[in-house]
Each structure stands twice: as C-alpha cells, then as structure tokens.
C-alpha cells in the first residue's frame, strides 16, 4: 500500500496469516516520522495477537525492528530522500486465523506537539493557528524547492541523455554510409571481374 503525500494518516489492517503487509511512503530528507502501532483480535474475546514490525530506509537499512509486540511506536528523521517502508506481519506464536492492526502515520508539521508551544510560547486560539499555517507553508515551500531541485536534475539528465543519443545516431549514420559505399566498391569490383558490365 502506497501512502500518498500527506501529514497525518492512520490506517486500519488486515493482517494475512502468512507472509507481511506494507505500506510505503516517499518522504524527503530532514523530516520527523512518527508512527504509534497496535494490533488487535476481530473477537473481542481473544487478548491482542501479537506481531512483528520492521520499518526500513530507501537504502534498505532498518531504522526500526521489533517482534513479539501487540503495540509500540518509533520516530526517526529522515537521512535520504526516498521510500520509506513499514513491514507488518503476523508472529509464530498467534494461533488465531486473522487479525487487524492500525498505524498512526505522522509527518512534518503533525508530530510537532502544538500543547507544548503554545505553553512556551504562551500563545493560543487565532495566533496559534497562525504558527501552524506557518509550519504548513514552511514545509510546502522546502518540498517545492526539493521538486524544483529534482525537476533541474532530470532537465540536466534529459539533456545530457539527448546529446547522447545524438552523438550515437551521427555515428550510427556515418558507419551506415561506410558500409554502404564498402559494398557498392565490392558490388562494382565483382561485376568488373566477372565482366559483367
């Protein structure tokens, strides 16, 4: 499951009995992630079912690995621009067929605690919103110049890639005539032996 861009997500699960259920978002670099987890049993009756959670970077490294677990949370800021994966599955140890967990997926401006700066900064109502709309812009305006920035590398590359192609097409065409007036002196040459013209 692909997570689309977004600042706060909670999802709900069904987890298979075998093999693993992830989610996936691409975020860029210098961003707080927060994710709180917890599985749960479909039958009320049943005490919570254990699982095994494993989030991993663009690279592959595991930034958080945990098993045995009914419920936890991890942060990290991010290092790399990329997706970032969470990996959920059900452990050995359940018995039970199947079973429901939920991630509360918080980037950017949702996992800063709003309560605590408006207590320091002994702000609140209208101006606290303000300071919000402001860390929303902050972010939009670092993941605008993050796209502007890959968008002049891709133009970079495009162009790069099309002088390339240039260059092989010429060459492509030069060996193409070569050949052809190599086969047009072999042609006459044969003819000429074989007195044929």
């Known amino acids: 499951v692909n997570i689309p861009y977004s600042t706060f997500l909670s999802i709900w699960f069904h987890l298979p009995e075998t093999g693993s259920k992830c989610l996936s978002e691409k975020i860029y670099t210098d961003v707080i992630v927060l994710g709180n987890y917890y599985s749960f049993s479909p039958s009320r009756a049943d005490p919570a ?13 595991s930034l958080y690995h945990k098993e045995n677990v009914t419920m936890g949370e991890f942060s990290f ?8 994966v969470a990996c959920f599955r059900v452990d050995g140890h359940n018995s039970s067929g199947g079973l429901t967990a939920s ?9 800063k605690d709003w309560e605590s700066v408006a207590r320091v ?9 303000l ?9 939009i305006r670092r993941s605008t110049i993050g796209l502007m920035l890959r968008g002049y590398k891709m133009q970079k590359v495009s162009i790069t890639t099309n ?10 065409m030069r ?8 086969q047009v002196w072999q042609l006459k040459r044969f003819f ?5 013209v």
């Open 77 to 84: 800021t991010t290092t790399e621009e990329g997706i970032y």
């Open 163 to 172: 002088a390339r192609v240039a260059r092989f097409s010429l060459m492509s």
């Open 103 to 111: 991630i509360d997926w918080k980037i950017r401006i949702s996992t």
């Open 192 to 196: 000429l032996k074989k007195k044929l």
């Open 175 to 182: 060996v193409c005539i070569v050949v052809l007036a190599l």
């Open 49 to 61: 079912p254990t699982i095994a959670v494993e989030v991993t970077s663009p690279l592959g490294n």
């Open 131 to 139: 300071k919000k709309l402001e860390e929303t812009v902050k972010a």
């Open 121 to 129: 900064e002994k702000i609140e109502g209208l101006e606290l919103e």
